[in-house]
Every structure is written in C-alpha cells, then in structure tokens.
C-alpha cells in the first residue's frame, strides 16, 4: 500500500508460501516489507531477495521488517533460502 510519495507499505504472510507473492512497488520510494511467518516448516525459515541484498532469519509468529528503496523499475524476485519458494516484487 502506498501511504504518500514519502514511503510504503506491504505486508507478506509466510504460510504455505508467500501471501500475496506478488508486490506492486513504487519505484523510488523507500519500502517496508513486513514478513510474518506463521509456517513452521523450516524451509520458509529465511527470506532472500538477492537484487537487494536482502538475507533474513524469519523467526515464527514474529514480524521481521525488511527495507529496501527500489530505484529501478523491473521485476525482482524473493525466495526462500532453498528457493523453493518464490515471490515476485513488480516496480513501476
Ligand atoms: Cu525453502
């Protein structure tokens, strides 16, 4: 959800997957991805987005914020640490 021109927001559910798996992005505004883990499986353990540089532990039941600021338009993907599972973020 873009709150202004200053910073946005979305919110991934991790159970059985990423819910929603695709993220509409504003490219150039500073974005907060909160990932929320409900899925004990080990494998949604860990959340990579490889074009940001991004390499998190998602400990479950908890919320871990991810910041990035997309500058580019394009797609990105973000996957689980055996990439597995896929998620893809759209920037426009
Ligand atoms: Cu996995």
Redesign the pocket.
Known sequence: MLKNNKEQVVTVNVDGGYKPNKLKLKKGVPTTINFNRKDPSG??SEVLIPDFDVKEELPLNETVSVDITPEAAGEYEFT???Q??RGKIVVK
């Open positions: 494998c949604l689980c640490g055996m597995m599972f």
